[in-house]
């Protein structure tokens, strides 16, 4: 069974910073190179926004403008594990985290086409 859990979250302060990662079980980076790792965030009351995705040949990295230049995503296939560093984290970051694979970051966006959803790990920045 492919399963995906998400950790790193938490209480930050504004302008801390915070790493999540995103460990697989039941699904091997190595033997599915094609597929790519999105960090979605859903914030009490707001839809879904894709906020990084990373592309499985790790050449192709994209982020939502909000995020830009704060949050850089990266993978370590051999670990099976994706992470997202986040630094300059703002009060509207706060929001549960996901991730979820997809043959390509092409609808990160949204979300569709994205597959073995995690529980999600909760990230709160208190201003």
């Known amino acids: 069974e492919v399963q995906f859990v998400e950790s790193g979250g938490g209480l930050v302060q504004a302008g801390g910073s915070l790493r999540l990662s995103c460990a697989a079980s039941?699904?091997?980076?190595?033997?599915?190179?094609?597929?790519?790792i999105g960090w979605f965030r859903q914030a009490p009351g707001k839809e879904r926004e894709g906020v990084s995705c990373i592309s499985s040949s790790e050449t192709s990295t994209y982020y939502a403008d909000s995020v830009k230049g704060r949050f850089t995503i990266s993978r370590d296939n051999a670990k099976n594990t994706v992470y997202l560093q986040m630094n300059s984290l703002k009060p509207e970051d706060t929001a549960v985290y996901y991730c979820a694979s997809s043959e390509s970051c092409t609808y990160y966006g949204t979300g569709d086409h994205f597959h073995y959803w995690g529980q999600g790990t909760q990230v709160t920045v208190s201003s």
């Open positions: 039941g699904f091997t980076f190595v033997t599915h190179v094609d597929y790519a």
